[in-house]
């Protein structure tokens, strides 16, 4: 049955990044009757809860969200958390939202399920073609088996779940803490720091040379919504019993973290040198999603890098400059 806009939909993880875009999006779209919970409410990684929670509010469409999130030096130290808590609340609510009858479910995983050596663009089928980057394999490995899971229920149970991909998210709500933010929003608060402070230069992690994709986090969310009220037979498509679930969600182009930063720095106003660290890590030399299948379906990204990093800078002086 195709999503109409009274369906009961549960957006796990409302309150992050992702999770607030998608509620606003869907909220825009005229969906209006969402349902989520705080952390502090319901802890997904409590089985017995996330049971209750279900067994009560019968969401006819779940969007999940919810996860432990973070950069490489978060996700590099804390292996057993990330993969742990993971697994824990993606294993209950994909199980709980089928038990509880859910119909179309979208999980959201990442780009880091691909092999670190993998050919660019990445295209759905390269999953479990190659060994994963090791600094996010925790991550990746608990990412992969909840696509797994969804391809199961998909195939045993007759569900319609589909994982999808995004790239490198930025937009309201992002993480700015220098400790565990990603490289995007790490770049606009060291920017405006070194602006405020009047500093001389501004040190970027590794050589600059990666090249990296960015979608703003609207667009992500415009995307999501997309695939999940496709009309049933194009829905049905994706979430057939004998492939693989998967659809990558990007802007469809890269951008290498030297032009990266000094579009940051253009957009802050920090008028001093960029100087590269090269003893800090680089990752993988480019990671660029294949677009293509999302693209077929007739959807393309609609924010430029530009534009999101004006909107992301804005919502970071509204919200964050105070701590700087
Ligand atoms: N950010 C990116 O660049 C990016 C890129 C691709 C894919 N994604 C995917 O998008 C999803 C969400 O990421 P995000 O960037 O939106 O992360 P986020 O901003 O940290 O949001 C995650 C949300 O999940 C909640 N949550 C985490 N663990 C929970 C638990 N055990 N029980 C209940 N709630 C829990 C968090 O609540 P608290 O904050 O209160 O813990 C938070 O509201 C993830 O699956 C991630 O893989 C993100």
Wanted: aromatic fraction near 8%; proline fraction near 5%; charge should be neutral.
């Amino acid at each position: 049955m195709s999503v109409s806009q009274g369906a009961k939909i549960y957006v796990a993880g409302h309150r992050g990044l992702a999770g607030s875009a998608i509620v606003r999006r869907l909220t825009d779209a005229g969906y209006r009757n969402l349902v989520g919970r705080a952390h502090a409410e319901l802890e997904l990684a409590d089985a017995a809860a996330v049971r209750a929670f279900f067994e009560d509010e019968r969401p006819e469409h779940v969007v999940l969200a919810a996860a432990k999130v973070g950069g490489i030096v978060a996700n590099d130290t804390l292996p057993a958390e990330f993969i742990r808590e993971n697994l824990a609340v993606q294993t209950n609510v994909i199980h709980e939202a089928w038990r509880a009858g859910a119909q179309r479910l979208l999980f959201l995983g990442s780009s880091c399920i691909y092999p670190r050596d993998c050919p660019q663009p990445m295209k759905e089928e390269y999953l479990l073609t190659g060994p994963l980057e090791p600094t996010n394999r925790a991550y990746a490995v608990a990412k992969i088996a909840g696509i797994e899971m969804c391809w199961s229920y998909n195939r045993q149970y007759g569900a319609q779940f589909l994982a999808v991909m995004p790239t490198n998210l930025y937009g309201p709500g992002d993480n700015y803490d220098l400790r565990t933010s990603h490289v995007l929003p790490a770049l606009i608060r060291k920017a405006h720091e070194a602006k405020e402070n009047g500093a001389a230069e501004l040190v970027v992690w590794g050589s600059g040379k990666p090249r990296r994709e960015f979608l703003y986090s609207d667009d992500m969310a415009a995307a999501c919504v997309f695939l999940l009220g496709l009309p049933d037979e194009r829905y049905a498509a994706l979430v057939r019993k004998d492939a693989l679930p998967v659809i990558n969600i990007g802007a469809g182009e890269d951008i290498g973290i030297r032009e990266l930063a000094g579009l940051v720095c253009e957009v802050v106003g920090f008028r001093g040198r960029l100087v590269f660290d090269p003893s800090k890590p680089d990752g993988t030399p480019r990671k660029l999603l294949d677009t293509g299948r999302l693209a077929a379906l007739g959807w393309r990204a609609k924010i430029g890098l530009r534009e999101g990093i004006v909107r992301a800078y804005d919502e970071f002086l509204r919200e964050h400059s105070g701590q700087a």
